[in-house]
């Protein structure tokens, strides 16, 4: 869907790995400043208004465009990576050592 949008507009030349990273920040950037200046945001958003919920989703929807689009130009197969690093951090925070704590793996 996303590769067809783009070669649809020929814009495929412009989206080498760096542009791609740098579009990826610069929309983590955008989400960010929803979030700035707001304090302690709860579960849910209930501080914000429709409008900037909203908005938060046309963000996050950005980032993850992107984010799918720079695995896609550096052919990283995304599922089997997030499934490769889940079962490391699995390895790395076990539960009987991990379990309601926030410290880092080095020091559990």
Known sequence: ?????????????????????????????????????????????????????DHVGQEMSDVLLYLVDLANKCHVDLPSAVLAKMEQNGRKYPLDKAYGRADKYTDL
């Open 1 to 53: 869907m996303q590769v067809d949008f783009i070669d649809k507009r020929n814009w495929d030349q412009f989206h080498s790995p760096r542009n791609v990273l740098l579009a990826l920040v610069g929309e983590v950037g955008e989400l960010a400043e929803i979030f700035q200046w707001k304090g302690e945001v709860t579960e849910g958003l209930p501080e914000l208004t429709e409008k900037e919920r």
